[in-house]
Nanobody
Framework: QVQLVESGGGLVQAGGSLRLSCAAS????????MGWFRQAPGKERQFVAA????????WYADSVKGRFTISRDNDKNMVYLQMNNLQPEDTGRYYC??????????????????WGLGTQVTVSS
């Protein structure tokens, strides 16, 4: 499996921005579609965004469309999540995920085999 390490979380006021990063190692990065998920306390993990293997297609949860942007750099084995206009409901632990099939990340997260440990994002009102 590919190993994933997230960074970039923190505390930010509503309306602010953060950029999350996920460093991948262990496998050929471009073999994997990548995604971001988040989990708030007491809630299930939810899909946030995904990008295909070569960065040509992206998908977003309705709740973040127009505010978040996922991107990847296959030369650096990195995937990013730029989060703008953050709101308190965006608070949660953000996880990076990898799978060889984009549809698995979008539609079958329980089948994803590679996850990072997450980075905490807290948005104050």
């Amino acid at each position: 499996q590919v190993q994933l390490v997230e960074s970039g979380g923190g505390l930010v006021q509503a309306g602010g921005s953060l950029r999350l990063s996920c460093a991948a190692s262990g496998r050929t990065f471009s073999d994997y579609a990548m995604g971001w998920f988040r989990q708030a306390p007491g809630k299930e993990r939810q899909f946030v965004a995904a990008v295909n293997r070569f960065g040509t297609h992206t998908w977003y949860a309705d709740s973040v469309k127009g505010r978040f942007t996922i991107s990847r750099d296959n030369d650096k084995n990195m995937v990013y999540l730029q989060m703008n206009n953050l709101q308190p409901e965006d608070t949660g632990r953000y996880y990076c995920a990898a799978d060889s099939v984009s549809a698995t990340i979008r539609d079958r997260p329980m089948a994803i085999k590679s996850w990072g440990l997450g980075t905490q994002v807290t948005v104050s009102s």
